[in-house]
């Protein structure tokens, strides 16, 4: 599943949509998404601990990216899974590993496993409030490739997904959920999101 970092699978076109588009996409969405969950769940940590990160502030913002890492590459797996006659029909993802056949789909279900189960282990390290949070996120993981076949706005539930961390890192400090606070920065990271993936629909 590592080729499938070379490929955009966040692919925010509906699948009405989806066809020569795709094919002249440039495939740089990855690591965008890998950048914005990671400071999703960085901005909650800091005005969680009001700026001064401490050392426990600091390994846990690595365990972060570790997270960040496994929640993106989880997202990926499950695309591939469930777009993967899709994909076989577009240029940028026939490559992709399940797509092109060199994976099969009981593999990528294997590998989407251990994902989960190191994630599981990152997840496990901080409070309760944070461990439930945390899994709920996946909800949102396992639904958003769904959301390209139901409505032409993926790019929002896109939001939704990326920015969970904002809450999840405030929560990780102090133990709960403060809405004066995590809402407004929740909702700046969603329409964040929404803007960005919005002009990289209409540049493909």
């Known amino acids: 599943m ?20 795709l094919k002249k996409s440039s495939g740089n969405e990855g690591d965008r998404s890998l950048i914005d969950v990671y400071l999703a769940e960085k901005h909650g940590l800091t005005l969680a601990s009001r700026g001064w990160i401490s050392q426990s502030a600091l390994g846990f913002s690595l365990g972060r990216v570790c997270g960040a890492l496994l929640l993106r590459g989880a997202g990926c797996t499950v695309n591939d899974l469930l777009d993967r006659d899709i994909d076989t ?4 993802t026939r490559l992709r590993p399940i797509a092109s056949g060199v994976l099969s789909p009981v593999q990528g ?11 599981l282990g990152i997840l496990l390290q901080l409070n309760n409030f944070s461990i439930v949070l945390g899994a709920s996120s996946l909800l949102l993981v396992f ?12 790019q929002a539930y896109l939001g939704l997904t990326f920015n969970w961390g904002a809450l999840l890192g405030w929560a990780a400090v102090r133990g ?4 004066a606070v995590v ?9 964040w999101t929404l803007v960005y993936d919005t002009i990289y629909a209409h540049q493909v």
């Open 143 to 154: 639904t958003y490739p769904l959301m390209k076949r139901l409505t032409f706005w993926p």
């Open 89 to 92: 029909k577009v240029d940028r």
């Open 2 to 21: 590592a080729q499938s970092a070379n490929y955009t699978c966040y692919s925010t076109v509906a699948s009405g949509q989806k066809g020569e588009k």
């Open 109 to 119: 279900i294997c590998f989407l496993d251990f994902q989960l189960l190191l994630g």
């Open 183 to 191: 809402i407004p920065l929740y909702a700046s990271g969603v329409f």
């Open 176 to 179: 709960s959920l403060d809405p």
